[in-house]
């Protein structure tokens, strides 16, 4: 029997990031990337052999690492004996002034900014992708607002609308429909380096302040249950589990999380709890109804709104979802089902 091909997770990195991380990359590295980016898009995986001269085996060795890893799986090690263009006298130095951008005057840093810096402060000498990739081994990524995809696989998601309909009028299931959002203390959309998996620096005009939201609410009954946390991954993700079957009074026999396919909703340890996961269709967050509760929760306590400091922010974070706990009637109107069915 053949094996099932595997296909890459298109949740973990956008074509943007891949396109980045292939710039400034090694040659093999930006082989890998394009190959991703072929695959999201929907190219043949035999296409995609032919058009860059690779073995079936390495394509699948290079899904593997992205599946697991994600942009930092297709990096290719560093030939051993290739100087580093910035040296180790200077590498912890310039480590300390990316997490410390107050040491330069600055609230925070772009590449550009600080490739100009450290040749005009240390005359360091290299060149604007190896400032980007110190940047990456340092741990940053760059953030980019993404725009509403529109790749969506409308068969899919008709089955999808059809399997909905058909658990909705079973009066022994709940359905809930669970999603994470980020809430910033300057939620204007802009490009930046920002840390992965760590909770952003205090700025003194709100830059870089960010908090995260795991949610899931029950349209039928309008119970909405949330925690915050400074980040997400599948630890995360089960102690938002744990909590919600500690913490929710379940009174159908069937509960069903309706969730995207980011990778640590899947992973194969979580203890559900007696929840039961169904996953959208790929690039279908208006499939979601709580991605209407998140525009309304930031409307009503986000919008023109800067937070200071991360206390502020956590503060008033607290107060938007004991609002948001409290209006029943508002979260049934708007997540009711009816405009999906």
Same mark, same amino acid.
Request: aromatic content about 8%; glycine content about 6%.
């Given at each position: 029997?053949?094996?099932?091909?595997?296909?890459?997770?298109?949740?973990?990195?956008?074509?943007? +990031?891949?396109?980045?991380?292939?710039?400034?990359?090694?040659?093999?590295?930006?082989?890998?990337?394009?190959?991703?980016?072929?695959?999201?898009?929907?190219?043949?995986?035999?296409?995609?052999?032919?058009?860059?001269?690779?073995? +079936?085996?390495?394509?699948?060795?290079?899904?593997?690492?992205?599946?697991?890893?994600?942009?930092?799986?297709?990096?290719?090690?560093?030939?051993?004996?290739?100087?580093?263009?910035?040296?180790?006298?200077?590498?912890?130095?310039?480590?300390? #002034?990316?997490?410390?951008?107050?040491?330069?005057?600055?609230? @925070?840093?772009?590449?550009?900014?600080?490739?100009?810096?450290?040749?005009?402060?240390?005359?360091?000498?290299?060149?604007?992708?190896?400032?980007?990739?110190?940047?990456?081994?340092?741990?940053?990524?760059?953030?980019?607002?993404?725009?509403?995809?529109?790749?969506?696989?409308?068969?899919?998601?008709?089955?999808?609308?059809?399997?909905?309909?058909?658990?909705?009028?079973?009066?022994?299931?709940? /359905?809930?429909?669970?999603? +994470?959002?980020?809430?910033?203390?300057?939620?204007?959309?802009?490009?930046?380096?920002?840390?992965?998996?760590?909770?952003?620096?205090?700025?003194?005009?709100?830059?870089?302040?960010?908090?995260?939201?795991?949610?899931?609410?029950?349209?039928?009954?309008?119970?909405?249950?949330?925690?915050?946390?400074?980040?997400?991954?599948?630890?995360?993700?089960?102690?938002?589990?744990?909590?919600?079957?500690?913490?929710?009074?379940?009174?159908?026999?069937?509960?069903?999380?309706?969730?995207?396919?980011?990778?640590?909703?899947?992973?194969?340890? $979580?203890?559900?709890?007696?929840?039961? $996961? #169904?996953?959208?269709?790929?690039?279908?967050?208006?499939?979601?109804?709580? +991605?209407?509760?998140?525009? /309304? $929760?930031?409307?009503?306590? @986000?919008?023109?709104?800067?937070?200071?400091?991360?206390?502020?922010?956590?503060?008033? /974070?607290?107060?938007?979802? $004991?609002?948001?706990?409290?209006?029943?009637?508002?979260?049934?109107?708007?997540?009711?089902?009816?405009?999906?069915?």
């Amino acid at each position: 029997m053949a094996r099932q091909p595997l296909i890459p997770n298109p949740h973990n990195a956008s074509l943007q +990031e891949l396109k980045t991380a292939g710039k400034v990359g090694t040659f093999e590295t930006n082989l890998r990337c394009h190959a991703m980016q072929m695959l999201i898009v929907g190219i043949p995986r035999e296409q995609v052999c032919g058009a860059l001269q690779i073995t +079936e085996r390495s394509l699948r060795s290079w899904i593997r690492r992205f599946n697991d890893c994600g942009v930092d799986g297709l990096i290719a090690n560093k030939r051993p004996g290739r100087p580093h263009l910035i040296g180790k006298e200077h590498a912890v130095l310039l480590a300390d #002034l990316i997490d410390n951008p107050k040491k330069a005057d600055r609230d @925070f840093w772009t590449a550009k900014a600080f490739h100009g810096h450290i040749r005009e402060s240390y005359a360091i000498e290299c060149s604007y992708q190896t400032v980007v990739r110190f940047f990456h081994e340092q741990g940053y990524a760059l953030k980019v607002p993404q725009p509403w995809p529109d790749r969506q696989d409308e068969q899919l998601r008709q089955a999808f609308r059809d399997r909905l309909r058909e658990l909705n009028s079973r009066e022994e299931i709940d /359905l809930w429909f669970a999603d +994470e959002s980020g809430f910033e203390g300057d939620p204007r959309p802009r490009r930046r380096w920002d840390k992965k998996g760590r909770r952003t620096r205090s700025t003194k005009n709100g830059d870089h302040l960010r908090m995260n939201v795991l949610g899931m609410v029950c349209p039928r009954s309008g119970e909405f249950f949330g925690i915050e946390a400074t980040h997400v991954c599948a630890e995360m993700f089960q102690a938002f589990l744990d909590e919600a079957a500690a913490s929710l009074t379940l009174t159908r026999r069937q509960n069903i999380i309706i969730l995207d396919n980011a990778s640590w909703h899947k992973k194969k340890s $979580l203890d559900l709890h007696g929840f039961e $996961l #169904l996953y959208l269709p790929p690039y279908s967050p208006d499939l979601n109804p709580i +991605e209407r509760l998140w525009l /309304l $929760l930031k409307d009503r306590w @986000f919008n023109n709104i800067v937070c200071r400091d991360m206390n502020a922010l956590i503060e008033r /974070l607290d107060k938007a979802l $004991l609002d948001m706990i409290g209006r029943a009637d508002d979260i049934k109107r708007t997540t009711s089902l009816g405009k999906l069915l």
